[in-house]
Structures are given as C-alpha cells and as structure tokens.
C-alpha cells in the first residue's frame, strides 16, 4: 500500500544548489500536486498536473518547475534555492477532482542555507 | 483577501465531548467544494469529509460531519466524541469551480488538543 511517495524526506541545500524532488503515485490517479506548508499559511500551491504530459501554475509557482513525463510521476525542481524556499513540501494525488479528497506524500522537509 | 478564514489558531476540548471548528470562506462561485483534512503530529495530511455546494444534506463520515451554511459560508468540522488521537492541525479547504483546472486553496488551520 504504498500510496504516494516522496523523495528525498529531508534535504539541506546550500543557495544557489539546485535539486529535484520526486512524487511517485501508484494508484493510476490522473491528477497530481505539488504543496508548500509554512507556519501559520496552510498549505499553498505550487504547480498541479491534471495528466500526463500537462502541467500548470499554482498559486506560488516562482522559483519552481515541474515535470509530469509519466503518469505516476511528478517531479518538482529547484534551479537556484534561496533560503526563501526553506518550507515542507507535499505532493498529493486524486483520481476524482470534483469530489474526491487528496491523497498526500509524507513530506519533504526543505532547508536552505 | 483570504479566501478560507479560521478563526481559531487553538482550541481545547474534554475527551467525550463534541467540538466544532470554524471556517468561512469567500467565493463568488456557484459550483465549489468543501473539504476537512488532518494533520497530526507525525505530519501527514489525511483527508476527513467532503461537502459540495449544491449538496443538500451536510456531510457525514463517522464521528465527522460538516455544518455546512451556504448563506452564511461557512462551513464548520464538527467532531462527536473526541478522542485523544483526534488532537492533530485541522485544515478547511476548498475547490472553486468545477473544473479539473481549478484549484484547491487551504485554510491557515486550526490546532485542536483533546485533554483526558
């Protein structure tokens, strides 16, 4: 029953280092996204993907590119980290937008330096 | 302007007891969605309870239901029977339009400690 999930669960990044987390769904859902939680916002949207092959900005999405080159993957990417980037990020799946309620990755916990 | 409003940063309840959680929000949509999700300690997100804008009858799932006053938007979890594990961050959220494009916004959360 894996779900969704999330590498790496912890990250130190230096700024300026670039890197890529990876979201990986094994329950064939068509749409997936990606979130950051800061203390005291809830949860902000990043970049989303409503299948393979399509993506689209979220509410936050400077700073951040994505890629949806298969299905069951999503991946998020930092060219450049600014401490500004430090945050946890989700990634989460539905197979029903309308009704259905996310199923969400563990988390990344992000530092940058 | 904040789209979903918590008003509660931290709420106390007796084990047994029933508590309700806040949230408002602000659409001018006709066709949106409400959603409930948990967040305890150990950090994952958990999907509780669903209510759409043309449903009729508040949502139910177990001991959650949604207080859902489409007037007043607001749309309040209600917990019957709290339970130590019940203590967790709770996140209102919601989908306006009815699209596959549109997107999900969260609430800034309310933290619920459950006292023996």
């Known amino acids: 029953n894996a779900g969704v999930t999330q590498t790496p669960k912890f990250r130190v990044l230096k700024t300026g280092q670039s890197m890529t987390l990876l979201c990986a769904q094994d329950m064939n859902h068509e749409y997936m996204y990606w979130y950051r939680q800061d203390p005291g916002m809830g949860l902000r949207l990043i970049h989303y993907?409503?299948?393979?092959?399509?993506?689209a900005k979220g509410e936050v999405p400077d700073g951040y590119n994505v890629s949806r080159l298969k299905k069951q993957n999503f991946l998020l990417g930092l060219e450049s980290a600014a401490p500004s980037q430090t945050s946890v990020y989700f990634c989460?799946?539905?197979?029903?937008?309308?009704?259905?309620?996310?199923?969400f990755g563990s988390g990344t916990r992000l530092t940058v330096v | 302007a904040q789209k979903i409003t918590q008003t509660q940063p931290g709420m106390f309840v007796q084990e047994k007891e029933a508590v309700t959680l806040d949230c408002t929000y602000d659409?001018?949509?006709?066709?949106?969605?409400l959603f409930w999700y948990k967040q305890p300690s150990s950090g994952e997100m958990i999907f509780l309870i669903y209510?759409?804008?043309?449903?009729?009858q508040n949502a139910t799932e177990g001991r959650y239901s949604l207080n859902f006053q489409k007037a007043r938007k607001s749309a309040n979890l209600v917990i019957s029977a709290s339970q130590l594990g019940d203590s967790a961050m709770y996140f209102c959220?919601?989908?306006?339009?009815?699209?596959?494009?549109?997107?999900?916004?969260f609430g800034p959360g309310t933290s619920l400690s459950v006292i023996p």
């Open positions: 209510q759409g804008s043309y449903d009729e």
């Open positions: 659409t001018s949509d006709q066709s949106y969605g």
């Open positions: 959220a919601m989908r306006e339009g009815e699209t596959s494009y549109d997107k999900v916004i």
């Open positions: 993907s409503v299948g393979e092959g399509t993506t």
């Open positions: 989460a799946s539905t197979d029903s937008f309308l009704k259905g309620g996310y199923t």
